[in-house]
């Protein structure tokens, strides 16, 4: 079945970088997301990946995919609270329309 | 331009009834899809609509329908209330079908049933 899992909960201190992980299950996932969701908010779009790269940099956010291990990460530099948020994963699967999101990871910024 | 438009912001239902939930897509976007998130199953899809054609659905009750117009603009519609249907319900655009570009959220409409 189509399961994408996450670590629940994740703490860096402001300055230092943070890497958030996740699993996904469908081989034939084409696009893969990030998305950031604020307390009250809805779902911000952050960076995403086509599902032939390795690596995806925008500026602060690095996000590597390994496509045998269906291993996604997205590490933030200077990580800074504003960036205290949940963080989402999605794979877009092959011809199926729809977003399979992870359980989501939340980051908690200490300064 | 516009984000992802979706009203109401907040909702508060009896069981029992039906709610109609409403979305406008960003300019030019022709798919429009509809998530439900709740704390114990997280965000689900329910369904997406390109060209007023519903071209994949979830796995949720006959309850939850929806519909898109020429416009692209999207409703969805929960009859029969139930109190597990309390939820943030979150639409998302896209301009191509493909995912390419990504899905552009909004704000959601959190309903709460009573």
């Known amino acids: 079945g189509e399961d994408v899992e996450q670590s629940l909960f994740l703490s860096v201190r402001e300055g230092d970088s943070s890497v958030i992980n996740c699993t996904y299950t469908?081989?034939?996932?084409?696009?893969l997301y990030w998305y950031k969701q604020e307390p009250g908010a809805g779902l911000q779009l952050l960076t995403y990946i086509f599902s032939n790269m390795d690596m995806k940099q925008d500026q602060r956010l690095t996000v590597l995919l390994n496509k045998k291990d269906k291993h996604l990460s997205l590490r933030i530099a200077d990580t800074q609270t504003g960036d205290s948020a949940i963080y989402f994963c999605a794979e877009l699967t092959g011809t199926a329309s729809k977003l399979t999101f992870g359980t989501g990871t939340r980051l908690q910024v200490t300064l | 331009k516009a984000g992802v438009t979706q009203t109401p912001r907040y909702l508060i239902k009896t069981r029992g009834q039906q709610v109609t939930l409403s979305c406008s897509p960003i300019?030019?976007?022709?798919?429009v899809s509809w998530y439900q998130q709740t704390p114990g199953q997280g965000l689900q899809f329910l369904f997406e609509y390109f060209s007023e054609t519903q071209r994949n659905k979830g796995n949720f009750p006959g309850r939850f329908s929806g519909r898109q117009f020429s416009n692209s603009r999207s409703e969805m519609n929960v009859s029969t209330l139930e109190l597990g249907d309390s939820a943030l319900y979150l639409c998302?655009?896209?301009?191509?079908?493909?995912?390419?570009?990504?899905?552009?959220f909004g704000s959601g409409t959190r309903l709460t049933v009573v």
């Open positions: 300019s030019g976007h022709r798919s």
């Open positions: 469908d081989s034939s996932s084409t696009y």
């Open positions: 998302a655009s896209s301009l191509e079908v493909t995912g390419r570009g990504g899905y552009t």
